[in-house]
């Protein structure tokens, strides 16, 4: 008779595979296969014991899903070095081969932290990334917003929140995620103070430096409820209308990027829809260099940013103008 002709092999695209990636990590589905099982169980101390913030424990996740979900056949003993060095090699590789080195360091420090907590906890006898070296990071040119540009974008929102947010970008040097956690319970207007949710869980008072932010302020927070975050997820339908939000959710890293690109297209910055143009962490920079410029003072600079460690704020944050060091030029040699 006929032979039956083979199945074709299952081809997906790479944005079937992006979507049933989402998808995994959305329904937790990945948690099925052993070693997504383990990241369930990581993820639980990494939330309940370490006290990761929801943000980063988002980033965890969707790195670790894709190790679940590539390796769904092997269990965890399975990544016992020098076998699981290798895998893990092949598996950063084929996921993160053409990304920048930024991007792949941080990839290996989440499967630092993991395959660590799973050797703590007497699950595996050694750490199968300790023998892959972290990838040297290229020098990168850091852009920073002249005032004019900060200006610019801050007076092209119609949102009164939409400016305080900016505000606290480009004038308190807040991180995406600190930004994205901030409340107006975080408010303290009768000190002059925000509280800010940094890294690890650590919470660091800075001053709102100016009277009009304060003002603005105040102004948005009549009548609010203290949980309501400061941006937060909304539908808008056809006229603009909104038709769904929940304000005491914060938006997502995505979220909050194309939230950052449209105040950008506001501003004539970037083209309306783009995602390319000066990334929302150069607000950082800039606070973090004209407040040095103005004090001169690195300690009070590391403090205004949350840093652990001020050769942090010293070798990456602070950057001095072209314009300064003409200034500098011309009283050394006299023009």
Same mark, same amino acid.
């Given at each position: 008779?006929?032979?039956?002709?083979?199945?074709?092999?299952?081809?997906?695209?790479?944005?079937?595979?992006?979507?049933i990636?989402r998808?995994a990590?959305?329904?937790?589905?990945?948690?099925?296969?052993p070693?997504?099982?383990?990241?369930?169980? $990581?993820?639980?101390?990494?939330?309940?014991?370490?006290?990761?913030?929801?943000?980063?424990?988002?980033?965890?996740?969707?790195?670790?899903?894709?190790?679940?979900?590539?390796?769904?056949?092997?269990?965890?003993?399975?990544?016992?070095p020098?076998?699981?060095?290798?895998?893990? +090699?092949? $598996?950063?590789?084929?996921r &993160?081969?053409?990304?920048?080195p930024?991007?792949?360091?941080?990839?290996?420090?989440?499967?630092?932290?993991?395959?660590? &907590?799973?050797?703590?906890?007497?699950?595996?006898q050694g750490?199968?990334?300790?023998?892959?070296?972290?990838?040297?990071?290229?020098?990168?040119?850091?852009?920073?917003?002249?005032a004019?540009?900060?200006?610019?974008?801050?007076?092209?929102?119609?949102e009164?929140?939409?400016?305080?947010?900016?505000?606290?970008? $480009?004038?308190?040097?807040? +991180?995406?995620?600190?930004?994205a956690?901030?409340?107006?319970?975080?408010?303290?207007?009768?000190?002059?103070r925000?509280?800010?949710?940094?890294?690890?869980?650590?919470?660091?008072?800075?001053?709102?430096?100016?009277?009009?932010?304060? =003002?603005?302020?105040?102004?948005?927070?009549?009548?609010?409820?203290?949980q309501?975050?400061?941006l937060?997820?909304?539908?808008?339908?056809?006229?603009?209308?909104?038709i769904?939000?929940?304000?005491?959710?914060?938006?997502?890293?995505?979220?909050?990027?194309r939230w &950052?690109?449209?105040?950008?297209?506001?501003?004539?910055?970037?083209?309306?829809?783009?995602?390319?143009?000066?990334?929302?962490?150069?607000?950082?920079?800039?606070?973090?260099?004209? $407040?040095?410029?103005?004090?001169?003072?690195?300690?009070?600079? =590391?403090?205004?940013?949350?840093?652990?460690?001020?050769?942090?704020?010293?070798n990456?944050?602070? =950057?001095?103008?072209?314009?300064?060091?003409?200034?500098?030029?011309?009283?050394? &040699?006299?023009?």
């Amino acid at each position: 008779g006929a032979r039956t002709p083979a199945p074709r092999p299952l081809r997906l695209t790479l944005g079937e595979a992006a979507r049933i990636m989402r998808e995994a990590v959305k329904d937790k589905s990945y948690r099925s296969t052993p070693v997504g099982l383990e990241v369930a169980h $990581f993820i639980r101390w990494f939330r309940n014991e370490y006290g990761a913030t929801t943000e980063t424990l988002r980033d965890y996740e969707a790195i670790l899903a894709k190790l679940a979900i590539d390796h769904a056949d092997l269990e965890l003993a399975d990544f016992e070095p020098p076998t699981g060095t290798t895998r893990l +090699r092949d $598996f950063i590789d084929e996921r &993160w081969g053409d990304a920048a080195p930024r991007t792949r360091k941080k990839v290996r420090a989440v499967l630092m932290s993991f395959f660590k &907590w799973a050797q703590a906890e007497f699950k595996l006898q050694g750490n199968p990334v300790v023998a892959i070296r972290s990838p040297r990071l290229r020098d990168v040119e850091r852009e920073l917003f002249s005032a004019e540009d900060v200006a610019r974008v801050v007076a092209a929102q119609p949102e009164l929140r939409d400016r305080v947010a900016l505000k606290l970008l $480009f004038l308190m040097g807040l +991180r995406k995620g600190e930004l994205a956690a901030t409340r107006y319970r975080d408010f303290d207007l009768g000190r002059r103070r925000l509280r800010v949710h940094g890294k690890g869980g650590k919470i660091r008072h800075t001053p709102i430096p100016t009277e009009e932010l304060r =003002q603005e302020i105040a102004e948005l927070s009549l009548r609010r409820d203290p949980q309501e975050h400061l941006l937060y997820p909304q539908k808008r339908g056809p006229k603009g209308t909104v038709i769904w939000e929940n304000r005491r959710k914060p938006l997502s890293g995505p979220a909050l990027h194309r939230w &950052w690109y449209r105040c950008l297209a506001r501003a004539g910055v970037v083209d309306a829809g783009t995602t390319h143009g000066k990334k929302m962490h150069g607000a950082r920079y800039t606070s973090g260099t004209e $407040f040095y410029l103005a004090t001169g003072d690195i300690y009070a600079t =590391q403090q205004l940013l949350g840093h652990a460690d001020v050769s942090t704020t010293a070798n990456i944050y602070v =950057q001095g103008s072209p314009a300064d060091l003409e200034d500098k030029l011309k009283k050394v &040699w006299g023009e």
